[in-house]
Structures are given as structure tokens and as C-alpha cells.
């Protein structure tokens, strides 16, 4: 089955306790992305990914790193996470751009909890 | 900036009603559109897309169409379903490098017996 898969589903944790939210697609994608989502803002794009090695800030990479070293995986990693890093996080991928009508494929989602 | 402005939730309806929640953009080019919809505890699903002004999108009875003069994307359906209930999200892209969705904030439908 063609997905992507995320792990955790759910965290809660400390500020400054360093994590990673795992991403994997098994369609062999060229483009990755991660998104957040919070009440009433939608979901912005915190990084992409348009093949191995290859990675560029979205519009709020800020207290985030990725890494792209396998096609099918791009971690999200928080190294020093904060409170107002507290929200929903999604992994998305992509064969072809979103711009030329490329469906993104989402996965489940990531609730992380920053106290 | 690029922007996708949708209509505020939460849209209450009794199944069998006709939906309409609206979607307009602010966009200094000719992007693609897209209807994304999630279902309570799931990822985003692509509902439908268009990629060129006067297209229409259409999947599982949801129709939009790309209008380039009002710069709207709004989604129709003409008989709601309880099974319909989720979050919509109107979002648009841009051709070029940058692969990046940019959405609305969403739309919350609740569809009653």
C-alpha cells in the first residue's frame, strides 16, 4: 500500500530535550516536505526536500533541522524544542511539483506537546 | 504576499443540503488550486484540483472551478452526506522550483442525520 508514515503519532516532552519525528514514503518520491498545522493558520511549510541531499527552507524553518540522506526518509528534528513549537506536524511527498498539479500524499500526523 | 483566504467554520448542515464553502486567493501569478480534506485523527487527502483558469475539479460529488477573474476557487456539493463531516482546505502552488502548498486556514463541516 502507498503511504507515508510518520512515528511518533503522539509526544509530549520537555523544553530543551532534543527529539526527531521520523518521516517514510514508500513511492519513491522525489519531493518531501514538512508542515505544521495550528488553529486558525492552516499549514505552512517548515521544509522540503526535492531529492537526496538536497533541502531548503519553507516559510517558518526556524528551530527545525531535516536531513535527506535516503530518498524514502526525511526527518524532522527539533534540537533545543520550545512551547510554541507545540502543534500538529505533517509529512507530505510528492513525485512531481505541487505547482504542476503533483498531489501531495500526507502522512497521519505527528501531535507533539512542548511544556 | 500569496495568500488563500477561506470562509470561517464551523459550517453546520443537515444532510442533504447543499454546500458551498468559499475560497479566494491573492497570487501574483497563475498557480494551480487544490480542495485538500481531512478526516477527524487523519492525514490530509487531495479532494480535487485544477490547473489552469476556467478548469473544474471535480471528485466524489465536490466540484470547483478555477476562476481567474474573481480569483475563486470555491467548493460545491450538491447533497452533503454525514460521512462528508471534516476539515477542507483550499490551497494553491506555484510552478517553479519551490515545492510548496500554501493553504487556507480551513473549514470545519459538520454534516447532521
Known amino acids: 500500500e502507498a503511504q507515508v508514515t510518520q512515528n511518533p503519532r503522539y509526544l509530549i516532552t520537555v523544553t530543551g530535550k532534543k527529539l526527531t519525528v521520523t518521516c517514510s514514503q514508500n513511492?519513491?518520491?522525489?519531493?518531501m516536505s514538512w508542515y505544521r498545522q495550528d488553529p486558525g493558520l492552516g499549514l505552512r511549510q517548515i521544509y522540503y526536500?526535492?531529492?537526496?541531499?538536497?533541502?531548503d527552507k519553507g516559510d517558518v524553518p526556524e528551530g527545525y533541522k531535516v536531513s535527506r540522506k535516503e530518498k524514502r526518509n526525511f526527518p524532522l528534528i527539533l534540537e533545543s524544542p520550545s512551547p510554541n513549537q507545540t502543534s500538529l506536524y505533517f509529512c507530505?511527498?510528492?513525485?512531481?511539483?505541487?505547482?504542476?498539479?503533483?498531489?501531495?500524499?500526507f502522512g497521519p500526523g505527528t501531535r507533539l506537546t512542548v511544556l | 504576499g500569496d495568500s488563500v483566504t477561506q470562509m470561517e467554520g464551523p459550517v453546520t448542515l443537515s444532510e442533504e443540503a447543499f454546500l458551498t464553502i468559499n475560497c479566494t486567493y491573492t497570487?501574483?501569478?497563475?498557480?494551480?488550486l487544490f480542495w485538500y480534506v481531512q478526516y477527524p485523527g487523519e492525514g490530509l487527502q487531495l479532494l480535487l484540483k485544477?490547473?489552469?483558469?476556467?478548469d473544474k475539479g471535480s471528485n466524489k460529488g465536490f466540484e470547483a472551478t478555477y476562476r481567474k477573474e474573481t480569483t475563486s476557487f470555491h467548493l460545491e456539493k450538491g447533497s452533503v452526506q454525514v460521512s462528508d463531516s471534516a476539515v477542507y482546505f483550499c490551497?494553491?502552488?506555484?510552478?517553479?522550483?519551490?515545492?510548496?502548498?500554501?493553504f487556507g486556514a480551513g473549514t470545519r463541516l459538520a454534516v447532521h442525520p
Open positions: 507530505a511527498s510528492s513525485q512531481g511539483l505541487a505547482g504542476r498539479g503533483d498531489t501531495q500524499y
Open positions: 513511492m519513491n518520491h522525489e519531493y
Open positions: 526536500s526535492m531529492n537526496v541531499e538536497v533541502t
Open positions: 497570487a501574483t501569478g497563475y498557480p494551480s
Open positions: 485544477a490547473t489552469k483558469a476556467d
Open positions: 490551497a494553491l502552488a506555484f510552478s517553479g522550483g519551490y515545492n510548496k502548498l500554501i
